[in-house]
């Protein structure tokens, strides 16, 4: 079977298991203890170890043969589910669900920048483009997929039961990736140590201070991630739940559609790009700015509001994704391969980092103006052309 279709099929039940758990585990800890706010606390600590993993995975990805370093990780995945399953009735809930679910995401950290530097071995050119899009479908559907199924059996199987189902998956995932054969591989695993690996990640910070141009990506998906994305991943909810007063209901179809956005945008970013590619993002970045000042014209006319958040909602999500597909592929081409496991995390943790400043300054913007939200979005908008144009300013003088 072909090693590209092999580390997609890979990815899918990984993915699949972890987005399961990940959103598995805290709804349990919340039906068990009943508390909002520890479920909340829970779920922002749990991401603390991604930052950690991305980092980590992006150099050993360069030290480290691709293939083993996938199974082991899937390998490791299934024996903390096989732990918690065993463990949960004997061990004190908190400690366990806040272990197993950082687990995850540091698991999650440390794979996805191994699967990327595999793709410029295998793909090239316009092939390269459409295998980053097929990982970013791949991802976007578990993401979707992952925590509905989830819920679902978690209902059926109840926790423990859920613990072993994924388990396997992380197995079978583990089988696959034994069986690749990905040509140009690091030919034996070097010598690791943390002293090694902070020497690699110190050599990237190096490499990136002197690649404008790998600069200027960085920049522009660290301003998305502060400036565009959550006006959206704040603003919606706000905006159904609390300016519309719609129900629960209301609030996950949208979150539907707009997943099927970015299911949409996967999906075009392997013809589009294949058919027509481009050179810049700016027309991408112009088109978050267009979607974002346009859904703030759009919410002050009454009858257009929930309708307009469901189309532009979903515009946004697939012009979003077209824009990560184009970004990776981008860095791939920019970054040798020596270097570009790391510099990828190092990119990604960047942009992993605005993201939350923008969500909390958002929620700030959306509660002081409470009465006027269509002027927070229309603010978002102006300001990211503005960003937008100072970053091409740079770019040109």
Not at 196 to 201: H, P, T, V
Request: proline letters at 4%; hydrophobic letters at 55%.
């Amino acid at each position: 079977m072909n090693t590209f279709v092999l580390i997609v099929l890979g990815q899918i039940v990984s993915l699949f298991g972890n987005a399961a758990l990940r959103f598995a585990l805290p709804l349990y800890l919340l039906r068990q203890t009943g508390s909002a706010a520890l479920y909340g606390g829970i779920t922002a600590l749990a991401m603390l170890p991604a930052l950690a993993g991305m980092l980590t995975g992006g150099a050993l990805a360069d030290r480290c043969r691709k293939t083993r370093l996938m199974a082991l990780l899937d390998l490791v995945t299934a024996g903390i589910a096989a732990a918690a399953a065993a463990g949960l009735p004997h061990l004190p809930l908190l400690p366990l669900v806040l272990t197993v679910l950082g687990s995850l995401h540091a698991i999650q950290g440390l794979y996805q920048p191994v699967v990327r530097a595999c793709l410029p071995l295998l793909l090239n050119g316009t092939q390269l483009l459409r295998g980053n899009a097929v990982i970013q479908l791949v991802d976007t559907v578990d993401e979707l997929l992952g925590p509905l199924l989830g819920a679902v059996l978690l209902e059926h199987l109840g926790i423990r039961g859920l613990l072993v189902l994924c388990g396997g998956c992380f197995a079978l995932s583990a089988g696959m990736e034994l069986c690749l054969r990905i040509p140009q591989d690091v030919p034996y695993d070097t010598k690791l140590s943390v002293r090694s690996l902070w020497a690699d990640l110190r050599e990237s910070a190096q490499f990136l201070t002197g690649q404008a141009a790998v600069l200027r990506l960085a920049a522009a998906m660290a301003a998305v991630n502060l400036l565009e994305v959550p006006a959206l991943t704040v603003g919606v909810p706000v905006l159904v739940v609390q300016t519309l007063q719609k129900s629960d209901a209301s609030l996950g179809l949208v979150q539907a559609v707009l997943s099927a956005g970015g299911i949409l945008g996967g999906v075009l970013a392997g013809t589009v790009f294949v058919r027509h590619p481009i050179r810049s993002g700016t027309p991408l970045l112009l088109a978050l700015s267009g979607v974002c000042a346009a859904l703030g014209l759009a919410l002050r006319v009454s009858v257009l509001q929930f309708g307009s958040i469901l189309v532009l909602g979903a515009v946004f999500m697939a012009v979003a994704a077209l824009f990560n597909v184009w970004f990776f592929a981008q860095l791939q081409v920019l970054v040798p391969q020596a270097q570009l496991g790391k510099t990828t995390a190092c990119c990604t943790v960047l942009a992993c980092l605005t993201q939350p400043i923008g969500q909390a300054a958002y929620g700030i913007a959306f509660q002081h103006w409470a009465a006027h939200p269509a002027d927070v979005l229309l603010a978002a908008g102006v300001l990211s052309v503005l960003v937008l144009w100072l970053l091409q300013t740079r770019r040109t003088a």
